[in-house]
C-alpha cells in the first residue's frame, strides 16, 4: 500500500511538499514515480526515481521539482517549487520493479497511492 499526502492550496509561486509512503511494502530498489492527472487530460508522469538513486523529471517540472527520498522511513517526497496554476492536478505516486529505470508508462508501476489534489490559483 502507497499512502499519498501532503496536497492543498496554495499561491502562485509557492511550494508543496507532498509524501509517499509506503506500508506493508519495501520500496527497496523499485522505481518510485509521480504522475498528475488534470480533469480532462490523460495521467502524466512528472518525476520518477530509479533502484541506483537516478532521477528524471519531465520538461514541464525540470528545475522546480525534486525527489526527497527518506530511506529510514520508506518514504519518497515530491518537493515542488514556483508552482504554476498548469500544476493544478490530482497527484498520485506508484512504485514498481520496471526493466529500464525511470519510466513514466503508468503500466509499468504495479502499486500505486490514491491521489491528492494539488491546486495552484490566486
Known amino acids: 500500500q502507497l499512502q499519498a499526502s501532503g496536497g492543498g492550496l496554495v499561491q502562485p509561486g509557492g511550494s508543496l511538499r507532498l509524501s509517499c509512503t509506503a506500508s506493508d511494502y519495501t520500496f527497496g530498489r523499485d522505481t518510485i514515480a509521480w504522475f498528475r492527472q488534470a480533469p480532462g487530460k490523460e495521467r502524466e508522469g512528472v518525476a520518477c526515481?530509479?533502484?541506483?538513486?537516478?532521477?528524471s523529471y519531465s520538461d514541464s517540472v525540470k528545475g522546480r521539482f525534486t525527489l526527497p527520498r527518506d530511506l529510514t522511513r520508506n518514504t519518497v517526497y515530491l518537493q515542488m517549487n514556483s508552482l504554476k496554476p498548469e500544476d493544478t492536478a490530482v497527484y498520485f505516486c506508484a512504485a514498481g520493479r520496471t526493466r529500464f529505470g525511470c519510466t513514466f508508462v503508468p503500466t509499468d508501476y504495479h502499486i500505486w497511492g490514491q491521489g491528492t489534489q494539488v491546486t495552484v490559483s490566486s
Open positions: 526515481t530509479s533502484g541506483d538513486a537516478r532521477k
